[in-house]
């Protein structure tokens, strides 16, 4: 089944079997690269897995293009500015960190989405396909005859501000602010902007985001799968002389660029399981405690990239939608706690209910393994003394988590952004006790 929005049109479900041809009779029957293809196309797989993965984790793709993207000039190494996964150099920290929005390119500065990539935090290592890294994005212009592909990993994009129209091989994203979107490893995009734009990213070394089990919750819930869109085919056959095209590759920790003579988007037909998708926030069918108690987070899940631990994920993707609080005799928002995974925080739009005021739009927060966190004094006392009614949460606003089981470190850009006086949010909690039941 397809799904119009706007100009684009997508394909419904996760995961599944998709085929998509611009031109009618583009893609072969009954067989993956016949000796001839159709239109004079060229035949390409696209394996986002081992050859010999099960069968149910195996993804893969197959393309039918005008020109095999083998056709290009030696890459050559670029400047990465504050891009980076450099994370054994970086200094550690157990603080608790908070930092205001990243800021926006100046009108004078023409930033693209790559040359605005900075990062945040991270841990693990590209090249032995473990790990994770967090970047932001400020950007204000698009990127003009220019594409990038991810050998690292997969690109989990968050739009704070602006709305990304991102090309790819496969068709084209619209993602807007409450959208998200993920660009596998290995795929080649290009993203336009119309305004100054912001977001995050969640970038992951080993395997790829799947939906959670929902375990007793039962067959449906959180994320539903016929809610993740998926690009039709959309092609455009441009090549010549006049055609200078870059593609930029992200290749074990660095950037690096090589130049052709056509598009890098002449793909007229796909098949496969292995292609980008977004999916709206809206859309999350949100679980909650009624009775009492603050249930844990992990309700909350709309994606994870699980480790070979059982239920310990790599990143689990974590929302923080609107919803009721109806609990009895309960501390409602957050509780304190002290986590053996890392929480790294942002927030998309309104105002998060744990720490009103200082944790803005843009903003980002990072709690450590094991650094304790959790609700600021003004949060504890109102909640602590109010009239316990049934209630909206989070009304007009959506807060998100990218929740590690690995150990993130931040890097120097993010280190030397730190609020200093974050620490101050507990300073002022009162002592209670008095040694009376």
């Given amino acids: 089944m397809t799904e119009k929005q706007g100009a684009y049109d997508y394909f419904t479900g996760f995961g599944n079997e998709f085929a998509s041809e611009a031109l009618p009779g583009a893609l072969p029957k009954g067989q993956n690269n016949p000796q001839k293809c159709a239109y004079g196309l060229y035949c390409e797989q696209l394996s986002g897995t081992a050859f010999t993965a099960p069968r149910g984790k195996n993804q893969r793709s197959w393309l039918y293009r005008i020109r095999p993207p083998v056709q290009h000039l030696p890459f050559e190494k670029l400047e990465s500015g504050l891009l980076s996964s450099d994370f054994h150099a970086w200094a ?23 040359a605005g990539l900075k990062t945040m935090a991270g841990a693990g290592d590209p090249c032995s396909r473990h790990g994770t890294a967090i970047h932001m994005y400020c950007c204000n212009t698009s990127m003009q005859d220019k594409c990038m592909y991810n050998s ?11 709305t990304l129209i991102i090309t790819t091989e496969f068709g084209v994203l619209e993602v807007k602010q409450n959208e998200i979107a993920v660009i596998q490893r290995g795929i080649r995009f290009s993203v336009a902007v119309s305004q100054p734009s912001r977001g995050y990213i969640c970038e992951i070394f080993g395997g790829h985001f799947e939906l959670p089990s929902l375990g007793p919750i039962g067959a449906n819930g959180l994320a539903n799968p016929r809610d993740f869109l998926t690009p039709t085919a959309k092609f455009e056959d441009r090549d010549g002389d006049d055609v200078n095209f870059t593609v930029i590759s992200k290749f074990q920790g660095a950037l690096f660029a090589a130049q052709q003579k056509y598009s890098p988007f002449d793909v007229v037909a796909w098949h496969g399981n292995y292609a980008p998708y977004k999916y709206d926030l809206a859309r999350f069918m949100v679980i909650n405690a009624v009775k009492y108690d603050h249930a844990d987070p992990s309700i909350f899940t709309v994606l994870t990239c699980p480790t070979t631990e059982p239920g ?43 720490k009103k005021g200082a ?58 952004r730190i609020q200093p006086e974050y620490y101050k949010a507990w300073q002022n909690l009162k002592k209670y006790f008095n040694g009376k039941p």
């Fill in 92 to 114: 550690p920290n157990p603080n608790q960190m908070r930092w205001n929005p990243a800021e926006m390119p100046s009108d004078e500065d023409k930033v693209d989405f790559v």
């Fill in 312 to 354: 310990t994920a790599l990143v689990d993707f974590v929302i923080f939608p609107p919803r009721w609080g109806v609990c009895e005799n309960t501390f409602r928002p957050p509780y304190f706690h002290r986590n053996c995974m890392s929480e790294f925080m942002g927030l998309i739009k309104g105002s998060y209910e744990a």
């Fill in 359 to 416: 944790f803005l739009p843009g903003g980002a927060s990072l709690h450590s393994q094991m650094t304790p966190h959790g609700p600021d004094d003004k949060c504890f006392e109102g909640a602590s003394n109010a009239v316990l009614e049934p209630e909206r949460v989070a009304e007009g606003t959506q807060a998100f988590m990218f929740e590690s089981s690995l150990s993130l470190k931040s890097s120097p850009w993010a280190q030397a």
């Fill in 152 to 162: 690292d990993g997969d690109f989990l994009i968050v739009p704070q501000e602006g």
